[in-house]
């Protein structure tokens, strides 16, 4: 990872239309990123078999840890059912009874907590990064490549986004992913964004973080801790070797 100091913030703008809205973060450091042994992808066909118990494909859109974040899209102008969030994608390939693909130990860890608690998780390497990251709305300017793809996009003025600078990581929130911070094979360090609006409470979440780390020690090794960035905490070190900010939350 970059040794420069570097942090992690959410926009007030953010918390001002969502006010108890809350990310938790793990962070990872010094991680192996290797193809799925069986006791994990079996992990993975356990929590799309425990959404298919809890979920329905025809009143998906209705339940409430689904209906929050279609209407926290719709208020910055997404169309609900065009963009969905990842963890609405996801549920509906498992309610058609497709299989999720195992990628990668990392990528496979944050698909099974985002399936068993039915919130967004996503990772990115932040061993590419080398400026502070942040969630806020988009001015339009900013550049988004996204994965697959190498044309540039800009985002709508307004649309929340996860930004490097003023290069896009996610667009729509929890959308979609660009190419530069992809999890791949070579990748040491990352941050997993485990997201919670209500209904979901905030000690879920950290719940759902402790989960992330304890599969990451035991499938890829390294170390980790998580930090809660809300309203009355909004910004974090994501730097390994510093202390954390006064009034920090720490997770470990």
Same mark, same amino acid.
């Given at each position: ?23 938790? &973060? &793990?962070?990872?450091?010094? #991680? +192996? ?27 998906? +859109? *209705? ?33 058609? $009874? ?27 390497? !932040? ?25 540039? *996009? $800009? ?22 992913? +660009? ?13 997993? $964004? &485990?997201?919670?609006?209500?209904? #979901?409470?905030?000690?879920? !979440? ?25 309203? *009355? ?20």
């Amino acid at each position: 990872m970059n040794p420069k100091e570097l942090y992690y913030a959410i926009d007030n703008r953010v918390f001002e239309r969502h006010p108890d809205y809350a990310r938790g &973060v &793990v962070l990872a450091y010094g #991680v +192996a990123n290797k193809p799925s042994p069986q006791e994990l992808t079996g992990l993975l066909r356990a929590a799309e078999a425990s959404v298919r118990e809890r979920l329905n494909l025809e009143t998906l +859109a *209705e339940h409430p840890r689904i209906a929050s974040w279609r209407e926290a899209y719709r208020a910055f102008g997404a169309k609900p059912g065009k963009f969905n969030p990842s963890m609405e994608n996801m549920s509906r390939r498992v309610l058609r $009874n497709d299989e999720i693909p195992s990628i990668s130990t990392l990528v496979d860890i944050g698909n099974i907590v985002s399936l068993r608690h039915v919130i967004p998780v996503g990772g990115h390497a !932040i061993d590419l990064v080398s400026q502070d990251i942040e969630l806020r709305p988009a001015t339009g300017s900013e550049e988004f490549v996204p994965f697959g793809s190498d044309q540039v *996009e $800009n985002p709508l003025p307004g649309e929340i986004v996860f930004v490097e600078g003023n290069r896009v990581l996610t667009r729509r929130w929890t959308w979609r992913q +660009a190419n530069h911070t992809l999890v791949m094979p070579t990748t040491t360090a990352l941050e997993f $964004n &485990v997201d919670g609006l209500p209904p #979901v409470p905030k000690p879920e !979440i950290e719940e759902a973080c402790r989960e992330v780390m304890d599969l990451v020690a035991r499938f890829c090794g390294g170390r980790s801790r998580f930090e809660i960035i809300t309203r *009355e905490n909004p910004k974090i070190r994501i730097s390994e070797s510093t202390p954390r900010l006064p009034g920090m939350n720490a997770g470990d």
